[in-house]
């Protein structure tokens, strides 16, 4: 809930700012993917991140401005101050705070995008409307300017894949048990840091119809640095179920060393066709993970129509386990249900000591996360597809 207090809380404080300062302007905040952040978070650390933008508004305001909430628990905000005043810049800073607060990675799905609006104060009309005209008229702004950075990432996305500007962080899932490395999972990386996080990527792909060639440059990239870097190591591959349409779909090299990763973020809406090819991978020896179990469409229904090898719990259940029964035991039925049917389970986003001693009390067979991410190999940027490219033919 924002410490920030809304326009009906302020209203007193913002008439007296118009009083003695004269016509007023409204700076609308958007964060672009609030809930993209909170899909793959979870609502308290979405709530937490909201907490750190509360505090950083109230620090960064001049002293004749208001930093507002819209809502207790809406995640865009509103800076009322003098007309006078050139527009304030706080994009960047907020975003620094949330990245000191919450990591990088979090940082970077935290775009924000600024409308500007004039509030001109008029004695024959209300004055909280005239407030909340000029708050619309910003937000209205801010809409065109997230339209033009939509446009300019997808050809920024476009670039990347055309320059094959990718790279693969390799991270490792570990015996819950013993802490030995059973495999890793390949994320891959824009090399331009508007593009870092793999989640970004591929929801620009999605808007501009890209999946297919993003989806391709990934995997290969991957299956790339497998033997180069890995040599002998079990590869978790994030899969896209888009990618079962596309003709060109395949996964060559050693079958035994592959796991197919399928999130259920994303609805699978011809499973006939779907189950077909992954039919046809699984005779080949590919196994199959279920990804972010608990937080897709289909939940448990997903999990009986794939009958996946591995089931990777999604971090939000993961998260402060330690602390909630009520995801101990829901934990401890999906190890049982696993076990029962000769699949393993994998805890993502395993951050804590606290976290991962509990993970392994309940019988979960294996681990992932920041606890147990150490010595990861990355493919170097000199070594990436694009560099190939650039050689002369034999």
Excluded at 78 to 88: G, K, P, Q
Excluded at 353 to 371: C, M, N
């Amino acid at each position: 809930m924002s410490a920030l207090p809304t326009v009906l809380d302020a209203r007193e404080a913002l008439r007296a700012l118009a009083r003695d300062r004269g016509d007023l302007a409204v700076l609308y905040l958007n964060f672009v993917r609030g809930s993209k952040v909170e899909e793959i978070y979870g609502w308290e650390k979405f709530d937490a991140i909201m907490d750190t933008v509360a505090a950083a508004l109230l620090d960064l305001v001049p002293g004749d401005a208001m930093a507002l909430s819209l809502h207790p628990f809406d995640d865009n905000f509103a800076i009322v101050h003098t007309s006078a005043r050139d527009a304030l810049d706080v994009e960047s800073r907020v975003v620094g705070r949330i990245e000191a607060a919450h990591g990088e990675e979090i940082a970077a799905l935290c775009e924000i995008v600024t409308g500007r609006a004039e509030a001109r104060v008029d004695p024959r009309i209300r004055f909280e409307r005239i407030i909340y005209r000029a708050i619309r008229e910003a937000a209205g702004a801010a809409r065109s300017v997230e339209q033009q950075e939509r446009l300019r990432r997808i050809a920024e996305l476009k670039e990347s894949i055309r320059e094959r500007a990718i790279y693969i962080d390799y991270h490792p899932i570990v015996v819950a048990a013993s802490g030995t490395v059973f495999g890793y999972e390949a994320l891959a990386r824009g090399t331009r840091k508007g593009l870092r996080r793999p989640e970004l990527m591929f929801e620009i792909a999605a808007e501009a119809n890209l999946i297919w060639e993003l989806s391709r440059l990934c995997r290969t990239t991957a299956l790339d640095g497998l033997d180069r870097l890995l040599p002998g190591e079990l590869l978790f591959l994030n899969v896209d179920p888009h990618d079962f349409s596309d003709p060109d779909f395949d996964l060559p090299g050693d079958p035994h060393r592959l796991v197919i990763e399928i999130t259920e973020r994303i609805a699978i809406k011809d499973y006939p066709r779907f189950r077909e090819r992954l039919a046809a991978f699984r005779a080949r020896g590919i196994r199959v993970a279920v990804d972010d179990a608990g937080s897709g469409f289909a939940g448990l229904g997903s999990i009986a129509n794939l009958e996946p090898n591995f089931i990777k719990l999604d971090l939000s259940l993961i998260s402060g386990i330690d602390a909630s029964a009520t995801k101990r035991h829901l934990v401890e039925t999906m190890v049982r249900f696993a076990n029962e049917q000769g699949a393993q389970v994998i805890a993502e986003g395993v951050e804590r000591a606290e976290e991962y001693a509990e993970v392994r009390r309940l019988g979960v067979h294996l681990v992932q996360g920041f606890f147990v991410d150490h010595s990861r190999p990355t493919i170097s940027r000199s070594t990436r597809a694009s560099d190939r490219l650039a050689a002369p033919s034999p």
